[in-house]
């Protein structure tokens, strides 16, 4: 928990205030019963009104300066808290944002959402009990000991017998819950999860009408973390109770010992009162801090699940070598092409504008295997050895399961090769900065993931100053400026969530002009056509070849009309590359493509 205490730092002044202003509201509370018992003793006793009126009045005033002091607290505590988790939760955005996939994998949305929401309002919330609930309790309680003891210190000693046993009971109550509330956290995580599926793939649910079988394993997942919240509630609701019982037990003995003192005429009967309220005031601090002792018991356990995501590998994470290396890998290819496929030479001039640095983009993969969990796990690509040259086009091709779409994950090192070097003009990917390399390789998968926005803004979304011109080639070349055109507002046509709004076809169309806006040295498309007609797929390809002559391009094709035009077309079946080479070769050669081949011909 200490850990996250840093994002506090820069707001330190409002979290020193808070307390400040606390200690000023409880001396003005603890003087309170001191002047009530000031009344009864020199004022009711004596008869002495005006002393009884000077006193209310200075009671009055006491309040007052109490209550800006309460007001004080409230403001800064709340400044401090609510700043503190703005803070840690951008921070955490960006630490999601730079892990890698298998990370990514490992905590599952549904955790990442929990820890992003409710665990950082946790952690909000403990800054904010601390600064206010927790050091008026800390603050009363010191001060009614202190007071109560003033007033006598024989009678203070039943308090003081008191302390250790409820320090020892609320250290053991800590313990217990922290763990429980732990479990808390880890149920919600699975109602999140269960919800984010339902809620991705409502179409699917509703098509094949398993409303009643979501609702099941969603009130399973409820139920569970209804079990974990009830088993956390009843271990903490014993704490009040059980300290509510010592600390009444220690007023009835201060009551019997403090009245045979007083009928002994060692203690007056105005500070026997103002005893009692401190011991009073002493039992709500107790029984205060009891109850905000759970609040930073679940917060503590919160702490740990965001610690962890904060120490979770991250893909930006390299030596200093590679930064070295990395250094001046930035720029633009240069495309130089005819310019058949364009409507115009403005569109082609557009689409070229911007930074003109020539780069090659030659790929290379040495021997790469991958294995899902390590290189412990099931070898999902062996011994994967082949190089494309810049300006050529790779086709991949393979039935499902074979690996095509895990061997391009590995270029970007969305995944990291358990096994072998991959390289691109020579250069181990490794030794690239993540954010240059993924400046490099540009890549369009085939499920489309559009963001809410307008069309402009989600086809310049890797290019930010893009210009219009620019935006409107990229289009184009992607066949999609004739349907974003016809749209009532054009590229303004705003997207909903995850673009509901356009057809399968569109979103994958404005996904490649996306990409293709951002001149990548090497471009991945898989499988990226797959909700487009034959026409419209043979559009693109042949705006693909006149743009990307000097761009290397990796295609994942399950028709094999998206392939065939390949200088080199890879056969991948169960992990290993079985055969390469242009579309006739590989019809003569691999009996597999050419299964897949005829297949599709019947179709």
Known sequence: MLKLMRYLKPYWWTALLAPLFMLLEVIMDLLQPRLMASIVNDGVTAGDLDHIVRTGLIMLGVALVGLIGGVGCTVFSTQASQRFGTDLRQSLFAKIQSLSAPSLDRFGSGSLVTRLTGDIAQ???????????????????????????????????????MI???VVFLVIMTKLTV????????????????????????RVVKAFVRGDYEERRFGEANGRFLAASLKAARVAALNGPLMSVILNFSIVVALWYGGGLTEKGLL?????????????????????????LMVIARAKASAARLVELLDARSDKAMDQRSAEQAVGLGASLTREANGEAWESAADR???????????????????????YGGASGQRVLVDIDFQAEPGETIGIVGVNGAGKSTLISL??????????????????????????LHRQVGVVLQQALLFTGTIRDNIRYGKPDATDEEIIAAARAAQAHDFIA????????????????LSGGQKQRISIARSLLTKPRILILDDCTSAVDLNTDRRIRQSLQTLMQETTCLIIGQRIASIEHADRILVLEDGRITASGTHEELLRRSR????????????
Do not use: W
């Open 123 to 161: 952690m909000q919330q403990m800054v904010l009990v601390t600064l206010r609930i927790v050091a008026r309790c800390l603050f009363l309680a010191v001060g009614s000991i202190v007071m109560a003891v003033l007033i006598s210190p024989k009678l203070s000693l039943i308090l003081l017998a």
């Open 164 to 166: 250790p046993v409820l």
């Open 179 to 202: 763990p429980l509330y732990g479990a808390v956290q880890e149920k919600l995580d699975g109602v999140n999860a269960v919800l984010q599926e339902n809620l991705s793939g409502i």
């Open 268 to 292: 007056e009967v105005g500070s026997l009162a103002a005893f009692l309220a401190y011991v009073t005031e002493l039992l709500f601090a107790i029984v205060g801090l009891g109850g905000q």
């Open 349 to 371: 001039r557009a689409f070229d504008s911007g930074t003109r640095n020539a780069r090659r983009g030659s790929l290379e993969f040495r021997r790469v295997g991958f294995a």
């Open 411 to 436: 270029i970007p090192r969305l995944y990291e090769a358990t096994e072998g070097q991959i390289l691109i003009d020579g250069t181990d990917i490794r030794d690239i900065a993540p954010e240059e």
């Open 486 to 501: 016809a749209l009532p507002h054009g590229y303004d046509t705003e997207l909903g969530q995850r673009g509901v709004n």
């Open 592 to 603: 597999l493509y050419r299964d897949i081949a005829a297949s599709q011909q019947g179709a």
